[in-house]
C-alpha cells in the first residue's frame, strides 16, 4: 500500500499496478496528519516507511497519534545543514528549524532511520541521539534491471539522435540542494571553448530561475528543461 498526498503527477505511471494506491488528497504535508492518523488506525500495517524530512515527521506524528504499536522506518537523503541553507528565505528557515526540532523529539520513537549515504546516517544519528541499531545506512538502489533493459532504447531527445556536438545530461530535482545554477554557470564556460549542449531533466521551485539564466545569457539554443523523464536513455 502506498499513501500519497495526491495521487496525480509524472510519476504515477512508474507505480506497479500490484499497489494499493491511498490519496489523502491535501495540498500540503501539515494538514495531512489527521488523514494520515485516520489511514494507519484503519490498516494497522506491519511497517510504515516514509521519505524526506517534512513527511517523518507527520508520519511520526500521525502513528503516535493513532495509538498504534507500528514500526516506523523513516529515510533522510540530505545533509541538516541543508534545511538551514542561506538559499532560504527567513520564513522558510524558521519553518525548517521547527520542523528538525520535531524531528530531533520524533526520531527517537522510530525502529530505524536510514541515511542514503554513511554521512547523513551519522549526522542524523547525532543530531537525535540515536543509538547504533537504530541509524542505518542504505545507498539508494540505481543499477535495476529496468534500467539494464532501458539502456537497450533508443533515444528521442533531437540532440541525442543528431549527434551533431557532445550532450551534457543531468537529472534531479530543481531545488537549491541540487544546485543546477552552478552548473549552468560551469556550462557557459565550456560554451565558450567547445559547442556543445545540456539537458537537465527534473522539475521543482528552481525552474523559473534557471529558465531566466538561460535566457539572460543566451544559452536557449544550447540548453533544454524538457521537465521529468521516467525513461532516461531516450
Given amino acids: 500500500t502506498i499513501v ?7 510519476l504515477m505511471e512508474g507505480i506497479d499496478k500490484r499497489c494499493e494506491l491511498i490519496s489523502v488528497d491535501k495540498p500540503r504535508v501539515i494538514k495531512s496528519l489527521g488523514s494520515m492518523k485516520k489511514v494507519f488506525k484503519e490498516k ?5 516507511i ?6 517523518n515527521v507527520i508520519v511520526s506524528g500521525a502513528v503516535l497519534l493513532s495509538g498504534k504499536k507500528i514500526p516506523l522506518i523513516v529515510t533522510e537523503h540530505g545533509s541538516i545543514s541543508h534545511h538551514l541553507s542561506s538559499e532560504f528565505s527567513l520564513g522558510t528557515k524558521i519553518k525548517n528549524a521547527f520542523m528538525l526540532t520535531a524531528a530531533k523529539l520524533l526520531y527517537k520513537r522510530a525502529k530505524r532511520v536510514v541515511g542514503v549515504s554513511e554521512g547523513v546516517t551519522q549526522e542524523y544519528k547525532k543530531f537525535a541521539g540515536l543509538s547504533d541499531q537504530q541509524a542505518e545506512s542504505i545507498s539508494t538502489p540505481i ?4 534500467l539494464l533493459a532501458q539502456i537497450q532504447e533508443e533515444p528521442t531527445h533531437q540532440w541525442l539522435v543528431e549527434k551533431k556536438q557532445p550532450v551534457v545530461i543531468s537529472m ?13 554557470k560551469a556550462f ?11 539537458i537537465i531533466y527534473g522539475e521543482g521551485s528552481l525552474r523559473g530561475e534557471l529558465e531566466r539564466y538561460i535566457a539572460d545569457n ?16 531516450r
Fill in 50 to 55: 516514509s521519505f524526506q524530512t517534512h513527511m
Fill in 172 to 184: 534531479g530535482r530543481l531545488e537549491p540542494v541540487k544546485d543546477q545554477l552552478t552548473l549552468l
Fill in 188 to 198: 557557459k564556460l565550456l560554451q565558450e571553448r567547445l559547442d556543445a549542449c545540456l
Fill in 4 to 10: 500519497l498526498m495526491e495521487a496525480k503527477g509524472p
Fill in 44 to 48: 494497522s500495517p506491519d511497517v510504515i
Fill in 143 to 146: 543499477v535495476t534491471s529496468k
Fill in 218 to 233: 543566451n544559452l536557449s539554443n544550447y540548453v533544454d528543461l524538457p521537465g521529468i523523464n521516467l525513461y532516461p536513455f
